[in-house]
Nanobody, 124 residues
């Protein structure tokens, strides 16, 4: 599966962005978003089963971010509201062929396919 992420940019604190990720070349059962800030390890943001509504969010984004997908276009999205400067990072979409359980969604090792990353910068 090939993933192509887009939608990053510069936004002021309190603003919103929607990241998109288009998938081609195969199917998958779980999709997720991760991010990596400069000097930090990659961290989990959100994950969702492609079928159904099993969803998990990192505590730091719960209530502000929403993960979704469009089956018709094989696209996944991350709606980010009430952005904070600490949300600044390169965001990566990821896909897994497995229907991951909640405890596994946060672990990047379970995802076989990764997008190239899109930079989100939140100014204070």
């Amino acid at each position: 599966v090939q993933l192509q992420a887009s939608g990053g940019g510069l936004v002021q604190a309190g603003g919103s962005l929607r990241l998109s990720c288009t998938a081609s070349g195969g199917t998958f059962s779980t999709h997720g978003w991760f991010r990596q800030a400069p000097g930090n390890e990659r961290e989990f943001v959100a994950g969702r089963r492609w079928s159904g509504s099993t969803t998990r969010y990192a505590d730091s984004v719960k209530g502000r971010f929403t993960i979704s997908r469009d089956r018709a276009t094989n696209a996944m999205y991350l709606q980010m509201n009430s952005l904070k400067p600490e949300d600044t990072a390169v965001y990566y979409c990821a896909a897994s062929s497995r229907g991951l359980i909640l405890s596994s969604m946060a672990h990047g090792n379970w995802y076989e396919s990764w997008g190239q990353g899109t930079l989100v910068t939140v100014s204070s």
